[in-house]
């Protein structure tokens, strides 16, 4: 049976930053729920084959892969690393590797959580996530409310930003030889749209879908995301019908991000 697996960015949950999508096309495709590591240590390509490890438990014998932020350069070294099980990549946010801007955020994000000081880290991540579009047309007392009712970030956040800091797939991605889209978020003040389209540029063949978002685009577009993701799956005769491979409840619409989108 073919699938979709779907790897999360740090601080978050597939949950969290794939509800939309599960929503969208849940009766249509088998999920697989690739979370990232709780515990830090391991080898980047110890996590991604636990990744096909996880595929293999649901019964997944090949699948397309989407990865948001960190969960796009673990998509490219699983496709490179698995490629007789890889059909496809979507890309969102991605990055070959955490740049000098990328890892002083991250050291503040890691500082914060673990000084307990989660107020703060949300407003942190809502200025390094969110774009101007979203902000600026975003009442202050309103946000000022989402981000109290934020969820505190996930006890892996510490284990999800190491793993971050130790990936670099730069010569994994001429590598690769799957149809990919890379969904560059076009006011993303984390990762810089140009690194986005200049990995793009470095896929062979790969497609470029652009939105007017940040960082957090399961927030600030849910429905122009999925209309890229579900558009690009249907163009590579990807979608078929199926049901959930693992268990777990999507978030409520509107919810929230957790503690993180890296």
């Known amino acids: 049976m073919a699938g979709l697996l779907l790897i999360h960015g740090a601080g978050g949950s597939t949950e969290t930053h794939f509800g939309w999508l599960t929503r969208r096309i849940g009766d249509r495709f088998p999920f697989v729920r690739g979370e990232l590591p709780?515990?830090?240590?391991l080898g980047v390509d110890e996590v991604v084959d636990g990744f096909v490890a996880a595929a293999d438990a649901a019964g997944a014998g090949t699948f397309a892969v989407c990865g948001y932020s960190v969960g796009a350069p673990l998509a490219v070294r699983l496709a490179v690393r698995h490629p007789e099980r890889v059909t496809g990549l979507v890309l969102t946010a991605p990055f070959a590797r955490l740049d000098h801007r990328m890892r002083l955020g991250v050291s503040l994000w890691r500082g914060l959580y673990e000084s307990g000081r989660h107020r703060l880290l949300a407003e942190h991540l809502a200025l390094t996530g969110l774009g101007e579009t979203f902000l600026e047309r975003t009442d202050p007392a309103r946000l000022r409310a989402m981000l109290m009712l934020a969820p505190a970030p996930p006890a892996g956040t510490p284990a999800h930003l190491e793993l971050a800091g130790r990936i670099d797939v730069r010569k994994d991605l001429g590598r690769l030889a799957v149809p990919v889209l890379v969904v560059v978020t076009t006011e993303d003040p984390l990762v810089s749209p140009a690194r986005q389209r200049a990995l793009a540029a470095a896929v062979p063949g790969a497609r470029t879908a652009e939105l007017a978002t940040g960082h957090l685009p399961f927030?600030?577009?849910?429905?122009?995301?999925a209309d890229a993701v579900e558009g690009?799956?249907?163009?590579?005769?990807?979608?078929?019908?199926g049901e959930f491979l693992t268990v777990g409840e999507s978030p409520a619409a509107g919810a929230p991000p957790s503690g993180g989108f890296g």
């Open 38 to 41: 709780e515990r830090e240590g």
């Open 219 to 225: 927030w600030e577009d849910p429905e122009g995301w």
């Open 232 to 241: 690009f799956l249907t163009a590579e005769g990807f979608l078929t019908v």
